[in-house]
C-alpha cells in the first residue's frame, strides 16, 4: 500500500513540477477573471435578452409567471407591425442620427484642429466650459428650446431634431477630436506647411488621414448616443420626424402596459443599432484606445 | 545664388526673450552650422528662417528680399526635422512628390522629379514602401528627399541625426557633406554636438542664451574662440581652465604666474591687463604634454584607454585636468605626473570671460571646408 502510494507521488511529482506556482496562480487568476467578466456580460445582457424573449411571448405569457419555457409566437410583431409603420420610424432615425453626426463632425474638426494646433491661453476653459453643458439636466432649456422651435417651426421636423441632436453632442464629439488632434506630431503638420499646404489642405491631406480611426469612433460614438437619445425626440416630435425611441414609447401609454407588444417594438428598435455597433465595435475599441496605445 | 541675412532678428514668447538680437549672413552654397547647448535659442532661430515661428522684430533677408512677412511655403525654403516627419500614410514616392502635388504639377513631372531625388539618395528600391517600413538611415534619407525634391534655395536641417545610432550618424554626415557639394546648395544645419558642426560646417554659429557667441570657420572658433563659453564648447575633450595670475604684461605677451608656482609667457595681447590681475588659463587635452618636470603637476586620478590615446584626468589642486596623452603610456591611478604646454597653444581669459586676443593668427584659422576640397583639386 505504501509502494502504491510512493509510486503514485512519484509520479504525479513531475507533472505538478512542470507548472510552476506562479504560472498556476496567473492561470487561477486568468479563469477568476474570465468568470467575473462572463457575470458581468450576463448581467449587463440580461434584460435585453428577457426583452427579446419576452418580444416572441403572447401577452398571457409575458405577464405570467417568469419562464423560458413557452411556445414562441410572432403575434407581436405582427400587431406592432399592423398599428404603426416600423419602416416610417427607423428612417427618421437613420437619417436623424447620421445627418447629426456629420453636422457635427463638420463643425467639431475645424474647432478640435485650432484648438489643438492653435491653442491660446482660453483653449482648455472653453473646451471644460462645453462639457460643462452636458451636465445640465435637458429638461432645464425644454421650454426655451421648445418655445424656439415652435417659432421657426422646427417642431416635428427632421431637421429640428438634427440640430438638437447635433448641439447636444458637439461638446463631446469636439472633445474627443481634440484629443485625438492633439496626439498627432506637430511636426508632420509644420513639414505639411513647408511643404505649401494651406490649412484646408493640411487638415484633408494629413490630419484627416492620420486620425481616421479617431474620427471613425468618435462618429459611431454620436450616430449611438443620437440613436439611443429619448428625450428631445419624445418632446419635440410627434409623428412626421418621430425616430424609433418615439416608437418604442407609442406603445408603452394609452390602453395600459402590454409587455410583449412592447417588448416586440423595442427589440426592432434596438436591432439596427446592435447590428451596427457589433459590426463596428473593433473600430470603436481602436479608436477609443487610439493614444493610449500609441 | 542664395544668400541669408538676418539684421538684429529677435523673438520673445511673453515676456521670455528667447532670441535676443542675432545679426548674421550667410553667404551662397555654404554651409552654416548654428550650435549650442540645449535651449540656447538655435532650433528657434531656425524655425523662424523657416517661417514656422513669428519674427518679433529686426529683418530676415533671402537674397535681399525681406521674407518676415512670407509664409513657410512662400519662402522656398525646405526644412529636415529631427523627428524626420515624413507622412506616415503615404509612401516614400507620395512623401517626395508631396510639394509637387500641392504646387500642382503633373504627375509625369513629379515622377522625374521623385526619381531623379531617389537616384542622388539611393532610395529607388524604396520608392512603394510606407515609412514604417524603413529604417531610421532610411527615413532620414527620404526627408532630406522631400527636402531635395522642392529644389529649395537654402535647406534647413533640424538636429537631424540625433536620432541614429553612433555609426549611422557618422555615415550621414559623409553623406550630408557630400550632398552639399553635389547640390551646390546653401545649407543651415542645428545641432548640439560640436564634432558634427566641426566636420561639416563653412562657417560655425555658436549660439547661447538667444545671442551669438561668435561665428567663424571650424578652426578659427578652435583656435581663437572669442571667450570662455566658445573655448570650453568647441573641442573635445573640453578645454581645462587652470587660474593664473599676471606677473607683468607687454607688446610682447603677458606673463603669468600658474598654480604650483611656475611661470608661463603667453603671446596674447597684454595691453588690457593688468599686473596682479587674475586670469584663467585654457589649455586643450590635446595641447598638454607629459614630461618629466614640467610647470604643472598632479596625481592621476582616472585613466581611460582608447587605444589610440589614453586620456588622463589628473588631480590638481582639488580640479581634475584632461591631459590626451599617447595610447601607450604606462602611468597608472595614483601616479604623480608632470605636464606642460606650449604657450602659443594656450588662452587667457579675463574675469568676464572674455578671451585676450593672440598675438599671432594661427595659419588655418580661416580655412573653410570648400578650401579643403580647392587644395585636394590643386594637390591631384
Not at chain 1, 416608437?247 to 446592435?274: C, D, Q, R, V
Request: hydrophobic fraction near 45%.
Amino acid at each position: 500500500m505504501t509502494t502504491t502510494a510512493g509510486t503514485t507521488t512519484a509520479t504525479a511529482a513531475p507533472a505538478a513540477a512542470g507548472i510552476s506556482p506562479a504560472a498556476r496562480a496567473q492561470r487561477r487568476r486568468k479563469v477568476a477573471m474570465a468568470i467575473l467578466g462572463w457575470g458581468v456580460a450576463l448581467i449587463i445582457f440580461f434584460p435585453i435578452f428577457w426583452m427579446i424573449l419576452t418580444g416572441f411571448k403572447t401577452e398571457a405569457d409575458a405577464i405570467a409567471d417568469p419562464s423560458l419555457i413557452f411556445s414562441p409566437t410572432l403575434e407581436s410583431y405582427t400587431e406592432v407591425q399592423s398599428r404603426a409603420d416600423y419602416s416610417k420610424f427607423a428612417w427618421n432615425s437613420v437619417v436623424v442620427s447620421f445627418g447629426s453626426t456629420l453636422l457635427a463632425l463638420l463643425i467639431a474638426i475645424p474647432s478640435a484642429y485650432s484648438m489643438a494646433f492653435l491653442p491660446t491661453r482660453r483653449t482648455r476653459g472653453t473646451l471644460l466650459w462645453m462639457l460643462s453643458t452636458k451636465m445640465l439636466p435637458s429638461v432645464g432649456v425644454l421650454v426655451p428650446i421648445y418655445l424656439l422651435f415652435r417659432d421657426f417651426g422646427l417642431l416635428d421636423t427632421r431637421t429640428g431634431l438634427t440640430i438638437v441632436y447635433t448641439l447636444m453632442n458637439l461638446p463631446i464629439v469636439v472633445w474627443m477630436l481634440y484629443t485625438f488632434f492633439k496626439d498627432l506630431p506637430r511636426d508632420i503638420l509644420e513639414a505639411g506647411r513647408m511643404d505649401g499646404a494651406g490649412t484646408l489642405q493640411e487638415i484633408w491631406y494629413l490630419l484627416l488621414p492620420l486620425t481616421l480611426p479617431g474620427i471613425a469612433s468618435t462618429g459611431l460614438l454620436s450616430v449611438i448616443l443620437s440613436w439611443n437619445e429619448a428625450f428631445w425626440s419624445l418632446n419635440l416630435t410627434t409623428s412626421q420626424a418621430a425616430p424609433l425611441t418615439a416608437y418604442i414609447a407609442s406603445f408603452s401609454s394609452p390602453e395600459g402596459l402590454f409587455w410583449a407588444k412592447l417588448s416586440a417594438a423595442s427589440t426592432m428598435a434596438i436591432a439596427p443599432i446592435l447590428i451596427f455597433g457589433w459590426l463596428t465595435q473593433k473600430q470603436m475599441v481602436r479608436g477609443l484606445t487610439f493614444g493610449a496605445v500609441k | 545664388m542664395a544668400t541669408l541675412q538676418l539684421n538684429q532678428v529677435t523673438k520673445s514668447f511673453g515676456d521670455t526673450h528667447v532670441i535676443k538680437g542675432v545679426d548674421l549672413e550667410v553667404k551662397d552654397r555654404e554651409f552654416v552650422v548654428f550650435v549650442g547647448p540645449s535651449g540656447c535659442g538655435k532650433s528657434t532661430l531656425l524655425r523662424m528662417i523657416a517661417g514656422l515661428e513669428s519674427t518679433s522684430s529686426g529683418d530676415l533677408l533671402i537674397d535681399g528680399q525681406r521674407i518676415n512677412d512670407l509664409g513657410p511655403a512662400e519662402r522656398g525654403l525646405a526644412m529636415v526635422f529631427q523627428s524626420y516627419a515624413l507622412y506616415p500614410h503615404m509612401t516614400v514616392e507620395d512623401n517626395m512628390g508631396f510639394s509637387l502635388k500641392l504646387a500642382g504639377v503633373s504627375a509625369s513631372e513629379r515622377r522625374k522629379k521623385v526619381d531623379e531625388a531617389a537616384r542622388i539618395l539611393q532610395l529607388d528600391p524604396l520608392l512603394k514602401r510606407k515609412p514604417k517600413a524603413l529604417s531610421g538611415g532610411q527615413r532620414q534619407r527620404v526627408a532630406i528627399g522631400r527636402a531635395i525634391v522642392r529644389n529649395p534655395s537654402i535647406f534647413l536641417f533640424d538636429e537631424p541625426l540625433s536620432n541614429l545610432d553612433a555609426a549611422l550618424r557618422v555615415q550621414m554626415r559623409i553623406e550630408l557633406a557630400r550632398l552639399h557639394e553635389e547640390l551646390q546648395a546653401t545649407m543651415i544645419y542645428v545641432t548640439h554636438d560640436q564634432i558634427e558642426a566641426m566636420t561639416m560646417a563653412d562657417k560655425i554659429v555658436v549660439l547661447q542664451g538667444g545671442i551669438v557667441e561668435q561665428v567663424g570657420s571650424p578652426m578659427e572658433l578652435y583656435h581663437h574662440p572669442r571667450n570662455r563659453f566658445v573655448a570650453g564648447f568647441i573641442g573635445s575633450p573640453k578645454m581645462n581652465f587652470l587660474p593664473a595670475t599676471v606677473r607683468s604684461a607687454g607688446t610682447q605677451g603677458v606673463e603669468v604666474g600658474l598654480p604650483g608656482g611656475g611661470t608661463a609667457h603667453i603671446p596674447v595681447v597684454g595691453s588690457e591687463v593688468a599686473e596682479g590681475q587674475a586670469l584663467e588659463l585654457g589649455v586643450r587635452p590635446e595641447h598638454l604634454q607629459l614630461t618629466g618636470k614640467g610647470p604643472l603637476s598632479g596625481r592621476v586620478s582616472v585613466l581611460e584607454r582608447l587605444g589610440g590615446q589614453t586620456s588622463l584626468y589628473v588631480e590638481m589642486d582639488g580640479e581634475l585636468i584632461t591631459l590626451m596623452a599617447d595610447g601607450d603610456v604606462t602611468y597608472r591611478v595614483g601616479d604623480e605626473v608632470h605636464f606642460g604646454f606650449e604657450p602659443g597653444r594656450a588662452h587667457l581669459f579675463t574675469a568676464d570671460g572674455m578671451a585676450l586676443e593672440s598675438l599671432e593668427r594661427h595659419p588655418l584659422a580661416s580655412l573653410t571646408r570648400q578650401d579643403n576640397r580647392a587644395a585636394n583639386e590643386v594637390g591631384a
